[in-house]
């Protein structure tokens, strides 16, 4: 990638204002996470439900907290934890320890006691949250420091400034450093990864440290598995000829950090495997169960009843033991049987099952399908800067009806639509800036990244999984807003002349 842009200029912007924007940011994170504490790090009228940490952000503090006790009773911080928990196999998340790992490291130095009770409900214990918060924020912020002291010898400082500005302050993007959603950090790793590939290095520990890098962004997230391809992709178009240094060092480093996932699953359960067990139902969930229903014409409540009975008919036929006696007739979600499923290797035989059962739904029914896919993916690029705040204020304390349902929903989805059609205005062109400028190694390695998530996971419509995206999109809305101004600064002239 060549330095097109290097920067020589006595410009209103200047990298001090820009380490400024910075440090602005972080306060007013900082500062929106103590409101975001003050106001829900609380019980729910239960008594013991958090609301700020529930789902999948539960599940990281609670196993994050078994590490801490394995890790006091003497075993080794690495091999700590339980893959085989029944939240384990409810949230799908045993091919993730680093999130959970992360606050057992600051439940570790900073000596707060993540768990109140453990029994009969597990009930986190208050307070003692905001130093974990002002942490994800720092290192972000200081991610962003180092990617400044990069892209300032790639476009004019003006431009960097812009771009910064989105990275600092664009909402969906910011309300994750004030959660405990798995975000900020993966936002973090991506910033990171994208200064080293902008070093343009055949340097084999430049590409071998970009491909570990890969690897811990996957751990951090399940969506980070495929991104060493786009990366592969980049390397041959930019690099051609040179390109077998550098590919074959960024796989070496992802290569162990996935090896390193499948030895500790080895040794947790006897079973070698890294690729995320969710990623074997989440279709089946979000696509295969909503198409029987439209087929069926009827309600996917009634599509779960009848596809637990044939999961259930499965099991008996392949020999499966389960651990307690239920009622089948009260079971309305096949992910129950993962819970009760005794032998490992058998669960894994049972994801399997719904892997091969959500696609063969898909191909039998592929027409409604497709309208499906295509319909959730146009939901999915629809941002929700609001998703961190109503997530607390309307799931988290179970308020009725779901919040997707809802009126509050509803009133949102025009705003949304606006703000995210201004944001791709201004990102267009940004577009024809990076044509403009023929930068297109640049180009195709954003392009590659923003269409990794919308190719891979349009489907799951879920806005908080395109997140990422824009951090490759502040590229385009940086560099954009500033062609659009001076093409508003053209034309004004010439009018005034």
Known sequence: MKNYFFYKSNSYFTLKKIFVLILLAFISSIVLGNYYLLKYDKYTDNGYSHVMLKDETLYHWHEGAKIVENVKSGKNFFL??????????NYGTFTKPLPQRLVAIYSLLSGHEIIDEWE???KIKLGGKLPFLIIQSLVYYLALVYLVLKISRIFPIENCFFIVFFLAFEHTIFQYHSSFWTESFYFTLQILILGLLFNNSHKIFDNLLAGILVGILFIQRSVGIFYIIPIIIYFIFSYRSKSVKPIIASVIGYSLIVLLIGIYNYKKSDIFYFYPSEAKRDVY?????????????ISESEVQKKETQKAYKWLKDNSIKLEDEFDLDKIFDISYFITIIKNGKDKIKFYNYINKRQYKIIFENSLVASKLIIKKTFHFIVLDPTHNYYYNEHRGQNKKPVFIKSK?????IPYRIIYTLLIYFVCFFGLIYFFKQKNYQLLLLLLLSIF????LFGWSGMPRIYAPSLI??????GNGLVLLMNLLKKNNSIINN
Do not use: C, M
Request: charged share 20%; no cysteine; aromatic share 20%.
């Open 408 to 412: 509050t929903h509803k009133k949102w």
């Open 120 to 122: 009969p409900n597990i």
């Open 452 to 455: 990794y998530y919308i190719i």
């Open 80 to 89: 700590s934890g339980d893959v085989r928990s029944k939240s384990a196999s």
């Open 285 to 297: 969930n979000y696509i295969s169960i909503p198409v029987l229903a439209q087929k069926e014409k």
């Open 472 to 477: 490759y999109l502040s590229f385009f809305f």
